[in-house]
């Protein structure tokens, strides 16, 4: 598992207080939302902010893009390894 992805499923458990998970538990090709993760809305909003304020990224709630980069941990870490990038 690459560090990334390792560091995002922490801050996701840390951020969403899923305390009974570890992120070895977490598939990083399972969904975020409905299946896999099981996650709503009102957790996306508060990975958004979490995701904001550890990377320094740019979201926007209605864009399309970004629900792209949600659909997984691996979705997630390639978005945050290119705004590294930029």
Do not use: C, W
């Amino acid at each position: 598992m690459s560090d990334l992805n390792h560091e995002i499923k922490a801050l996701i458990i840390d951020s969403l207080n899923l305390e009974d998970l570890t992120p070895d538990d977490i598939d990083s090709e399972a969904p975020l939302f409905v299946d896999g993760l099981g996650l709503d809305s009102i957790d996306a909003l508060e990975l958004g902010v979490a995701l904001q304020k550890r990377y320094g990224l740019t979201l926007s709630a209605e864009s399309e893009e970004t629900r792209r980069h949600f659909a997984s941990i691996s979705s997630l870490a390639a978005f945050v390894e290119a705004s590294r990038t930029k």
